[in-house]
């Protein structure tokens, strides 16, 4: 049975190691460390990397020499005299303690810190013609890198923004370059001191004349860059001015330390972090994202629908009574149908004829009571009012056949006496004479 070929075993990929002005292993105490940890240290511009070896490309801390403020030689804890070995590093905030193997390294230390600080070749320290060849080099580095860079104190503010900054934060500095408001590529410098308790600001102009800035004072002065700008305020100042610079020294990488196999040396290990939330399964389908969902004001949530099961009646408000004169008259605005109760009681209650008395025909007495009978029942269907319209033809005709009814009656009824008094008269002779 043949085995299974195992892969070729495939080298991790190195990381390209950073590059430093100057770099070795020091030993670093802070203010809140009880004892001294051993780090690979390197110096890149204004700053200090400190690294678990000297084969890790990610640092484990970083220190800033912005608020830098001096240098010193200490002796070691309990003894008087000094092995060349210690040194401070006294920044403005907090004071940090080294330990190197010479006095020959703590020199080249000292050396390359002041350089990059203070932009010269320091000429108070021991060391050798090559050793300051290497430092005018570093000079020259730095001078070129701050020529294309801004200042850490350079802050995109305005006049106002930066005097609220000075007197919030006293503890960050108080010397702050922003862009100047004249348009024309120059910035100004702002300045915070106390005067007898009182804070006074400043503020100052740094015009833009070709590769240099000039700052506008009694006697103006040309400087190279931006950073040159800020040490001729220090320098000026007896460094009583100091660059302001916020306390934002957070990583943006995850890493971790991790022990080599083969050699057993710790590496720091800075993995690419995925994105936030569970990756998709491979092949699976692939999830949509989020639609944004905006907030519906209480103005433009629409009614809610009714239900198309079931029939809604939406009511009206029912319009003001009207005084009309025939109560049984509708609103012209809605008409209604004629109440059938009223219509009834027009049928089943006619007016009733005037009784005649027999005994005493009284033929003009009746014709006169009938047509005023007939006059105030026309009247009171001819009233000119808003009903009139509404009277039906039908009602119009039993009306006129009642008064027709009634007009034969009385007619009916005279002849009947007309015909007694004949018969009277037939019956006693002596009543014709």
């Not at 770099?23 to 678990?52: H, I, M, N, V």
């Not at 804890?77 to 390294?105: A, P």
């Not at 720091?268 to 949509?288: D, I, M, N, T, Y």
Request: charged share 25%; hydrophobic share 35%.
């Amino acid at each position: 049975m043949a085995l299974a070929l195992r892969p070729p075993r495939v080298p991790k990929p190195k990381s390209s190691l950073p590059s430093h002005y100057h770099e070795s292993f020091l030993e670093k105490k802070g203010p809140r460390d009880r004892d001294y940890k051993k780090f690979w240290a390197g110096l890149q511009g204004l700053t200090l990397y400190f690294y678990s070896s000297n084969r890790d490309s990610q640092h484990m801390e970083k220190l800033d020499l912005g608020m830098f403020v001096k240098l010193t030689d200490e002796a070691p804890r309990g003894s008087s005299h000094d092995h060349g070995t210690h040194f401070c590093l006294v920044l403005q905030n907090q004071e940090i303690k080294f330990k190197v193997e010479s006095l020959e390294s703590r020199e080249m230390w000292k050396g390359f810190i002041l350089t990059v600080v203070e932009l010269r070749v320091p000429s108070n320290l021991n060391l050798l013609p090559g050793h300051l060849y290497m430092m005018a080099e570093v000079l020259a580095k730095e001078e070129a890198r701050r020529a294309l860079e801004m200042p850490s104190c350079f802050l995109k503010v305005s006049r106002l923004e930066a005097q609220l900054l000075l007197e919030r934060h006293p503890e960050c500095g108080n010397l702050l370059l922003r862009p100047s408001g004249d348009g024309a590529g120059g910035v100004s410098v702002s300045t915070l001191q106390t005067l007898n308790g009182t804070p006074v600001v400043r503020h100052y102009r740094v015009k833009r004349e070709g590769p240099k800035y000039v700052i506008d004072v009694e006697e103006p002065f040309s400087c190279t860059s931006l950073d040159a700008v800020v040490n001729y305020f220090v320098s000026h100042s007896n460094k009583k001015l100091m660059p302001f610079l916020l306390d934002d020294d957070y990583e943006k990488v995850i890493g971790y330390a991790e022990t080599d196999k083969e050699n057993g040396e710790s590496v720091w290990v800075a993995p690419s972090a995925p994105g936030p939330g569970p990756a998709p399964p491979r092949g699976g389908p692939k999830q949509l994202p989020p639609s944004a969902i905006t907030p519906v004001s209480s103005q433009d949530k629409l009614p809610p629908l009714l239900n198309q099961d079931e029939d809604y009646v939406i009511p009206i408000g029912d319009d003001p009574a009207a005084n009309y004169v025939n109560g049984d008259v509708p609103s012209p605005s809605r008409p209604v149908v004629p109440k059938p109760r009223k219509l009834a009681m027009f049928q089943a209650k006619p007016p009733k004829p005037p009784i005649v008395p027999k005994s005493e025909p009284k033929k003009g007495l009746n014709s006169g009571l009938a047509r005023k009978l007939a006059v105030s029942s026309a009247q009171a269907f001819s009233s000119p009012t808003t009903g009139l319209a509404d009277v039906t033809a039908e009602l119009k005709g039993k009306l006129q056949r009642r008064l027709a009814l009634q007009h034969a009656a009385e007619c009916t009824g005279d002849q009947r006496a007309n015909l007694q008094v004949w018969r009277i008269c037939q019956a006693d002779p002596s009543s014709q004479n």
